[in-house]
């Protein structure tokens, strides 16, 4: 098994940065894809980045292309997201997920264990 806490969110205003951390304990995640989703109320989660077990390659939605980072810590077990030029449309509860053994991908379905969320605000 496999527990993900998220941490880092916040109200942040148009414009400004945040940096989320995903923190796991159970097991490594050296042998998971992780990836970072996001949903606000009444809408489908929506996938956000991903990367490789060894951080070679990313991926991202369109519309966080060039704005958001992932990255990630092997040693701490710790993956980020870094978000910069924040827009209100960010605003939403940003998820953690990893999929053990698997290509990263852009489907939730790929994924095995997830994180509670943390809520990310962006005023206007």
């Known amino acids: 098994q496999v527990q993900l806490v998220e941490s880092g969110g916040g109200l942040v205003q148009a414009g400004g940065s945040l940096r989320l951390s995903c923190a796991a304990s159970?097991?490594?995640?050296?042998?998971?894809?992780m990836g970072w989703f996001r949903q606000t109320p009444g809408k489908e989660r929506e996938f956000v980045a991903a990367?490789?077990?060894?951080?070679?390659?990313?991926y991202y939605a369109d519309s966080v292309k060039g704005r958001f980072t992932i990255s990630r810590d092997n040693a701490k077990n710790t993956v980020y997201l870094q978000m910069n030029s924040l827009k209100a449309d960010d605003t939403a509860v940003y998820y953690c997920?990893?999929?053990?053994?698997?290509?990263?991908?852009?489907?939730?379905?790929?994924?095995?264990?997830w994180g509670q969320g943390t809520q990310v605000t962006i005023s206007s």
């Open positions: 159970g097991r490594t995640l050296s042998s998971a894809a």
């Open positions: 990367i490789s077990q060894t951080g070679s390659s990313t």
């Open positions: 997920a990893a999929a053990m053994w698997r290509l990263p991908s852009r489907s939730g379905s790929e994924y095995e264990y």
